[in-house]
């Protein structure tokens, strides 16, 4: 009996580790907030529900809150954590990094802010 005991707990524990790997990045769900107010203020649209499918990821790649995508990249430049709580300077950075080539490596990439009036994140496609 106690050998399955053990089996159960390093099971759980293994189970655990697994759930905890599989979560998407961290980051501060305020600028979530004002990034779906400002790209996606209706919940009923297809956009709205790629945003908050992506979650975090919507600045963020990989499973760090320190890992970030290009726009995630662009926007920390611009907005510290103490930001959290201004709405308007979040949205400022949002205008300021639109306006940024979404690839700087590619001549003709669109913006940022293009993407997004596509209705498309502004992460890389897989």
Known sequence: MKCSRNAVLLAAVMAGAFAASQRPALAHKEFLEEFKKVYAPKDDTPFAKEVE?????VCHAG?????????????????TK?????????????????????????????????????????????
């Not at 499918?53 to 990821?57: E, V």
């Not at 499973?63 to 907005?79: C, F, I, P, Q, V």
């Open 53 to 57: 499918t992506a979650k975090c990821n």
């Open 63 to 79: 499973t760090s809150k320190k890992e970030r995508n290009a726009y995630g990249e662009a926007l920390d430049k611009l907005l």
């Open 82 to 126: 103490e930001d959290k709580k201004n709405p308007d300077k979040i949205r400022k950075a949002f205008d300021e990094v639109g306006a940024l080539p979404s690839d700087p490596a590619m001549k003709d990439s669109p913006t940022f802010g293009k993407l997004l009036e596509e209705g498309k994140l502004p992460v890389p496609a897989k």
